[in-house]
């Protein structure tokens, strides 16, 4: 079966038309979402990209993983902090009118945990963890085989788990969130605050602080990376640790752009949360890097499709 | 339909008949389990508390709420701290037999969970939260209607979430577990440490230091009294408050022998959840005392028949 998936992004917006047997992309693209045209512009664009994109193949339905919080029953957008005017903005009705396909939407973070249940790293498995540590951390949750969003669908807000509460700040208003601890924007926030301490760090010696750049000099044992890495690793170890606890997952997935650090990261986050986790809950999981890369948001967007196919 | 709850102590044992209908105890009595006469002594002992407590009633089928890790499709006791001779020993089926009934067994703290849904304050939800605050912090879960229990059946250990890494030693070799500020063990500990400061509190005006008399006093405007208060109501506060983000729940219900603080307990512990969830999330959830009190580990352990036949 091939579908398309879609990853509706603030900035940019990728399309790909999906073999479903094999999880492979057949063709992708890209296209600039412009969200200042405003939404019933940026569902045109969106049917538009898919109809060059597909040519003269076939395809079953739509899947589209979206920011904000969906009403996953009727397609809607209930809000979306990337498209501030979308208050209950009919997505899927309006795809699906364009198009004449059934087009389904999820949340983005969620869609990325349906992503790797069908074709990544959660293949086969029934209870599956996934965060992703990107500008900011966002989680999701499979449990028995069902993805967790709770009573509005606006639950596995898994950045926003407080893991201490006398820690930094969070964008949220909170104080030790997760995601004030891995997201890019906590790292780059930390190695500003250490530029007095450390302001020979190699870390500014690149044109720009990134979470990369902070990872790098790690690498290289640059003392404020090595504190910055060490941070970010028991505030996830700390987080994974009750997660395991609360969940029992046979895996637990991280990707995003700071999954790339690889070795680095995941190599002491294994050994922490293996030190943090009780005795029967030692050897019951994995921890794995996301295999997805760059496909995951698309690959993620189309398993959209199967979920809902599985499940009415 | 009447069913025969069973709430497996590690000292005493409760058996009910419960009409299922409208969630009533008909009758009930109370053995003491003597774990000391081994595994198949204790299941003939229970066999002739029902048989004894029955009469010349009807029954359907058993629920058993057991401590430790249940096989929940094989009514296996894999372990429990409570029963440490048991090694996957086959409660359900060895009562089955002797009743020619069918048993089905789960968690107690899980049970407890199910008997919320079904007889107490999460009737006809389907997104329920439950916190056990006694010797130690029991958690259940039920998400989109199902006991979220994990792939090994081991999860919901939600007294293991770890609120503050840097914090209070618990007995599970973690520091900052919820349990190591909201069970009474922690509660008498801290009551004991803060003696030294406060010789003069009337905690130690009490022939023993309980958790109760920590709350009493603390109602008094007892200073270390409400000190403790303040740190479990934090604590707890922290905890639900990531609860929630993880979950959606509509309900978070709070049982135990400490939950019987009240209001005193309820309302800070409110107040501040209150302020700790992101805005989405306000007025999306209740927090209530559990109103099933001493029956609510009866009404659980019945309850689990319900939930079962639901599912099979």
């Not at 940019?12 to 999906?18: A, D, Q």
């Not at 920011?67 to 208050?87: K, L």
């Not at 949220?172 to 780059?188: D, H, K, W």
């Amino acid at each position: 079966m091939k579908i398309i998936g879609v990853d509706l992004g603030g900035t940019f917006t990728k399309i790909g038309l999906v073999d479903s047997n094999t999880g492979k992309i057949i063709k992708k693209k890209e296209i600039e979402t412009m969200v200042e045209l405003g939404g019933d512009a940026v569902v045109k664009r969106i049917s538009e990209g898919i109809n060059e994109l597909v040519g003269s193949e076939t395809y079953e339905a739509v899947g589209i993983g979206s920011p904000g919080s969906i009403d996953i029953e009727n397609g809607i957008v209930r809000f979306s902090p990337n498209f501030p005017d979308w208050i209950d903005f009919p997505l899927g009705p309006k795809l699906s009118n364009l198009l004449n396909k059934k087009v389904y939407v999820e949340n983005d973070a969620n869609s990325f945990a349906l992503g790797e249940k069908w074709f990544g790293a959660g293949k086969g498995k029934k209870h599956i963890i996934v965060l992703t540590l990107g500008t900011g951390v966002g989680g999701g949750i499979i449990s028995h085989d069902i993805l967790i969003t709770g009573a509005n669908g606006i639950g596995a807000e898994l950045g926003h788990v407080i893991i201490n509460p006398k820690g930094r700040l969070c964008g949220c208003g909170n104080y030790g969130c997760l995601e004030a601890y891995a997201s890019a924007t906590a790292i780059i926030k930390m190695a500003y605050e250490g530029r007095k301490k450390f302001p020979d760090s190699i870390i500014f010696k690149n044109d720009k602080v990134t979470a990369k750049a902070v990872f790098d000099a790690a690498k290289s044992n640059d003392r404020l990376g090595l504190i910055i890495r060490d941070e970010v690793v028991e505030a996830l170890a700390v987080a994974i640790a009750s997660f395991i606890h609360t969940f029992n997952p046979e895996v637990v997935i991280i990707g995003g752009g700071i999954s790339k650090a690889g070795e680095f990261l995941f190599k002491p986050l294994k050994s922490r949360v293996n030190e943090l986790v009780m005795p029967s809950f030692k050897n019951s999981f994995e921890i794995i890097q996301s295999p997805l890369v760059e496909n995951a948001s698309i690959l993620g967007a189309a398993s959209i499709v199967l979920q809902r196919r599985k499940t009415t």
